[in-house]
């Protein structure tokens, strides 16, 4: 992609609404997240969001290569040209251990391999693999804050904890320092929030909810360009709280079924006829009318090349 992408083009692509989306024939879905041709500040770029890398994971039957496939990721957005601005990873980095030197090791084998990222503006958030057991105890000595906001281009990301706390919650807590960052903005900042859990709930059987994710779309709805960049449930999936999007991203270890599309939630095993099916990662580019497209990567497919 370019950083000049032909802006009349792309508002033909945007011209069919809020918050819908649509194969453009290009392979990108396109979201509007607001009505923006006034705005300018800012310039355009775009991210990468990876997930749920599950460093440690064992299963030669869901994945024969879950001690090589984060390299392979790692690779392939190497291989990107132009460079992404920055890389985000939201949640899930290592597979879950009672061991707590062994997750330590994890951690630590996850830090250096993702250290081989060309780009060195690296965002982490915790998965309940990497922060329930010890309440994000040892994540925090390798990743930093399990909450924390940061700007770029004019854009507020948001990052949240929905798993830290086993009983799988932002917390009262959590909510009043939302609260409180959300204060300090105007009701059209552009947002942009990362979670690892979808803060709605989008099938609680099998713990793809936020217990208390309500509370916190609440705080946001008065906002008018909030989009929501998750993980945890291992595929793609797209939904709308009012104007609000929610995108959850592929895994890099292992597909998961679709909601509550058969009995057990369990992986989907590995595919021979086709390796790394169903992982990937995403490029998300942003623009300063506060757009946002959305470009899939099958490691199949980038692996392949
Ligand atoms: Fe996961």
């Given at each position: 992609m370019s950083n000049t992408i032909d802006r009349r083009h792309f508002l033909q692509l945007t011209s069919v609404g809020v918050g819908v989306a649509f194969a453009s024939g290009l392979g990108f879905d396109v979201f509007a997240?607001?009505?923006?041709?006034t705005d300018t500040f800012g310039e355009d770029f775009y991210f990468v969001q990876l997930s749920d890398t599950h460093w440690g994971f064992k299963g030669s039957d869901k994945n024969p290569d879950a001690a090589g496939t984060l390299q392979k990721a790692v690779a392939a957005v190497n291989a990107l040209e132009p460079p992404p601005d920055f890389v985000v990873f939201t949640g899930d980095l290592t597979h879950t251990t009672d061991d707590a030197q062994e997750r330590r090791r994890r951690m630590a084998e996850f830090k250096a391999i993702v250290g081989g990222l060309k780009v060195k503006d690296i965002r982490f958030i915790p998965g309940e693999h990497d922060a329930s057991l010890d309440k994000g105890l040892a994540y925090q000595e390798f990743f930093g804050p399990l909450q924390y906001r940061f700007q770029h281009k004019g854009i507020h990301f948001i990052a949240l904890d929905n798993v830290s706390d086993p009983a799988a919650q932002l917390g009262i807590e959590q909510l009043a320092w939302l609260k409180a960052e959300l204060a300090q903005l105007p009701p059209d900042a552009p947002i942009v929030i990362f979670t690892?859990?979808?803060?709605?709930?989008?099938?609680a059987a099998w713990d793809w909810t936020t217990r208390d994710g309500q509370a916190a779309l609440d705080l946001l709805m008065p906002y008018q360009n909030v989009v929501v960049f998750y993980g945890h449930i291992h595929q793609t999936h797209h939904h709308n709280t009012g104007h609000i999007q929610h995108h959850a991203a592929t895994s890099l270890i292992f597909p998961l079924p679709a909601p509550g599309s058969v009995p057990k939630r369990a992986p989907i095993p590995w595919n021979s006829a086709k390796p790394y099916d169903g992982l990937g990662f995403r490029q998300i580019e942003a623009y300063p009318w506060h757009n946002y497209r959305l470009q899939e990567h099958p490691l199949a497919v980038t692996v392949a090349l």
């Open positions: 997240a607001g009505p923006t041709l690892h859990r979808p803060l709605f709930a989008l099938f």
